[in-house]
């Protein structure tokens, strides 16, 4: 598809019908595959739920790229509210896919546009964000957006 | 002071008496200086109204650990609802600080161990964090902790 298909493309937040694409979205990638489930008609009651509780929290946001009537991207932010840097608010982006079709034609720069909008808007002084060693592509897409890779980012899984 | 010494370390969910300690605790660090308000006896209001919004969201926690009445270290948990990993719930911590005098002596490792437990009860199936790369000794504390650095720490300034 050329750039020019992505005229059309709508950044917005998301619904709950948008749910199954989005797992889909998150499921097509080979890091995440190991861990999610199999994206099919029926969407698990888990990820309805987690939904469920995005949508409630005023401070959580998933945010969706649609394009033709389709989703082909996505994201998560949570402004997260912090004593350090003088009770400064931060967003934080989580879950960043765009369709592999897609790719490479300034959808994931939109969304990250968006999301900086949305950021600021709510008195957001910093954007933060994680991306796992091994998407190379993903950490120089970040940083061509400004984002510094200051910070080791670590997990413990508790299962 | 002997690692006895800390027999008597409580940890406990923060209260608004606590914030200039906290701010203090945050401040003793020579990266964060560059960027907090000075310690006093005033706290800025900034600093009080961003504790305000943490106690006011049932997925924000400022802790604190507590020795013969002093706040000797803090940190910030925030629950994060995700539609990745099966809609898994996530425990972020930030703002991780020791007392400099007591730091070496299992203080820190006292307080994380009460954070896991804190994540798990409330079905945290992973904890995560990110350590700015000059904070060598930190990052080997997490690995200790059984963190691994799998991701890149990205930052981006709204500011």
Redesign the interface.
């Known amino acids: 598809m050329p750039a020019e298909g992505l005229a059309g493309l709508v950044i917005r937040a998301a619904t709950q019908r948008d749910?199954p694409a989005?797992?889909a979205l998150?499921y097509d990638d080979d890091i995440?595959a190991a861990?999610?489930?199999v994206p099919g008609a029926d969407v698990?009651a888990?990820?309805l739920?987690?939904?469920q509780?995005?949508a409630a929290?005023p401070?959580?946001l998933?945010v969706v790229g649609e394009l033709d009537g389709r989703v082909v991207a996505c994201a998560?932010v949570?402004l997260?509210?912090?004593?350090?840097?003088?009770?400064?608010t931060r967003a934080?982006v989580?879950?960043v896919r765009v369709d592999a079709a897609l790719r490479g034609q300034g959808a994931g720069g939109r969304l990250m546009s968006w999301i900086?909008g949305y950021?600021?808007d709510r008195g957001?002084?910093?954007?933060?964000?994680?991306?796992?060693?091994r998407r190379v592509e993903a950490?120089r897409f970040?940083?061509r957006?400004?984002?510094?890779?200051?910070?080791?980012?670590?997990?413990?899984?508790?299962?």
Do not use: P
Request: hydrophobic share 40%; glycine share 6%; charged share 30%.
């Open positions: 749910v989005v797992v998150i995440a861990r999610e489930s698990d888990a990820y739920a987690a939904f509780q995005i929290n401070d959580d998933l998560q949570t997260l509210h912090h004593l350090s840097r003088r009770g400064g934080q989580e879950s900086e950021a600021r957001a002084a910093l954007i933060q964000l994680t991306t796992d060693k950490r970040y940083e957006l400004g984002f510094v890779a200051s910070h080791e980012g670590m997990k413990r899984s508790l299962r």
